[in-house]
């Protein structure tokens, strides 16, 4: 393996790492930190075509996800993404394609999320495919692009957006 090859290695590891933040972070971390996974001039956008342009407006949307309860420690809903493909397609620029499902754990009616023997139900809420672009940068690989291409939501998650209005 040449030097170029297994610089590509490190990099796909550290690409790989930031899409497993950008979940991670979504649900139980700092969202400063989350947004900090973006390039400054950075644009988040959704399957409908909402978009965010600029490192603080993406931190802002994730703010305001916060605030509506959809995201976030307490929302008790789960990112994952899997499926996920790599490729290099420049010397500092990559793509990533992955598949997105977003879980909420239900608690039944009365009982408290804090006690271990309440049985939660994991409930699909959002399937979707990510579409992400990356740009090395002075601070580190870093999303340049997040496009949500495609989004399908279950009946409770339109519930939930029209009640966090």
Do not use: C
């Amino acid at each position: 393996m040449n030097e170029a090859e297994l610089q590509w290695v490190v990099d796909e590891l550290q690409i790989r790492n930031i899409l497993a933040q950008l979940t991670l972070l979504s649900d139980m971390g700092d969202i400063e930190e989350w947004g900090n996974l973006f390039a400054e001039d950075g644009s988040y956008t959704t399957a409908t075509g909402v978009g965010w342009h600029g490192r603080e407006a993406i931190i802002e949307s994730g703010r305001q996800r916060r605030r509506n309860g959809t995201h976030g420690p307490g929302s008790n809903n789960r990112h994952m993404s899997s499926s996920v493909y790599v490729r290099q397609t420049g010397p500092d620029t990559a793509e990533a394609q992955s598949y997105l499902e977003m879980f909420q754990d239900l608690i039944p009616e009365g009982a408290s999320a804090d006690d271990p023997d309440v049985k939660k139900h994991p409930t699909l809420l959002v399937t979707g495919y990510y579409h992400d672009r990356f740009r090395r940068t002075s601070e580190g690989w870093k999303v340049a692009q997040r496009e949500l291409a495609a989004s399908s939501h279950t009946e409770r998650w339109h519930a939930m957006q029209k009640a966090a209005k």
